[in-house]
């Protein structure tokens, strides 16, 4: 019987005589006749029974493993359970390992000590939880990545749902004569809801990758997902409605405040700058930053004031910031352009806006779904919502509609 790498070799080849067959064959129209076709469908069908063949003998090998185990004395603990490890839970050294492990295992055959490490993160939709030390640095990526997640006050819970008391009007003092009665003026509080709504996405790696040493697998992984997530998260922190999504900063009843309304569509005044910084509250001011989409920030550059100042100010020194009436610039490709009704400069405090990050970002292999192309598919989700605590605390220049 021919080994697993013999097979593996086999498919190889065949795969790229089917690839080249393919290439030589084609008509003038770029297609194949109905024999040609006909004899590509064959050596297709080949590729794929090599690969069947190929994951049967790899689940006999991994099944073979775990009967050689010995079985005359009764597992009482979990497997390493009395060696010396300071962390718990998913942060363990042995979870991390048995995660990665079992991230490269050939079909996802899981053996009973990798299984029971990583028991303590499994996830209610049938995938693990990635170690803690993995998913801090997802999270860092996002950050890094996402110029609402810098800003915003990012908090996690382990639930489902996260209410948060807000102050909708405040109390005041009076004046009063002596012996007066002073009379009640309470704050009145009122609550806002954070959710959590899912981002997911899949990544495809072939097998050749996964069994390639050399290969940074956690590291592609972080890269991958963190671009990914982060812009899904971006996109709706700043445009989601709320629906299936965080409600974003822009959105027209849960969002920021309209603080100027331009009077062209497509245009902007240094005037309509100056309004919008001061339509903000001084409180707001301290901490505000700037917005924008690239478009819209090469019209602002050109902008000056009554002495003929530009409102735009470049960085002095590399790591420093642009600024606009000395308040940092930030662009985001998802804010919207210059067009008619669009909102297109913020200008605020983004801490008033909460991001809810629910504990645990999910991760799954799917093992038989591409088998056929020699890939293996990994499956990311988190679960997260956003939204504007406090609207005074930033407003928007909307374009004249």
């Not at 990798?114 to 939880?129: F, H, K, P």
Request: glycine share 8%.
């Amino acid at each position: 019987m021919a080994t697993i790498l013999e097979l593996r070799e086999k498919r190889a080849k065949a795969w790229e005589a089917t690839k080249a067959f393919l290439d030589t064959h084609r008509t003038e129209k770029g297609t194949l006749t109905a024999e040609d076709d006909a004899s590509y469908s064959r050596m297709e069908q080949d590729i794929t029974d090599l690969g069947k063949e190929i994951n049967r003998l790899e689940r006999q090998e991994a099944l073979d493993a775990e009967l050689k185990l010995p079985v005359s004395k009764p597992l009482t603990e979990r497997p390493d359970a009395n060696k010396q490890d300071t962390k718990t839970s998913r942060a363990a050294d042995a979870y991390k390992s048995a995660f990665w492990t079992q991230t490269r295992s050939k079909d996802g055959v899981t053996l009973p000590e990798i299984r029971n490490a990583l028991q303590i993160g499994v996830d209610s939709e049938g995938g693990y939880l990635c170690p803690d030390e993995f998913e801090h640095t997802l999270i860092q990526a996002l950050k890094a990545d996402n110029i609402v997640r810098e800003h915003a006050h990012v908090f996690t819970t382990s639930s489902g749902s996260h209410k948060i008391p807000v102050v909708t009007s405040k109390g005041t003092a009076s004046w009063v004569d002596e012996e007066g009665a002073i009379p009640e003026s309470d704050d009145v509080f009122g609550q806002q809801l954070i959710g959590a709504h899912k981002v997911a996405t899949l990544i495809k790696v072939s097998e050749e990758l996964l069994n390639d040493s050399a290969f940074d697998l956690e590291s592609y992984f972080t890269t991958e997902f963190a671009r990914r997530i982060g812009d899904k998260e971006e996109d709706a922190f700043l445009n989601g409605n709320g629906t299936g999504k965080p409600t974003g900063i822009l959105d027209a009843t849960s969002g920021a405040p309209v603080g100027v309304t331009a009077a062209g569509a497509t245009a902007i005044t240094a005037d309509e700058i100056i309004t919008l910084y001061y339509s903000l509250g001084a409180p707001y001011r301290k901490n505000a930053i700037w917005v924008l989409s690239d478009a819209t920030i090469a019209v602002i550059r050109k902008l000056k004031d009554g002495n003929g100042q530009y409102l735009w100010q470049p960085a002095l020194h590399e790591g420093q910031f642009d600024t606009l009436l000395g308040k940092k610039i930030f662009t985001s490709p998802y804010m919207p352009t210059m067009a008619a009704g669009n909102k297109s400069v913020l200008f605020g405090d983004l801490q008033f806006y909460w991001i809810g990050d629910r504990q645990g970002v999910t991760f799954r292999r799917l093992n038989e779904r591409y088998a056929e192309t020699g890939q293996v598919g990994f499956l990311a989700s988190k679960r997260v919502d956003g939204k504007l605590i406090l609207p005074e605390a930033i407003k928007v220049l909307q374009q004249h509609a």
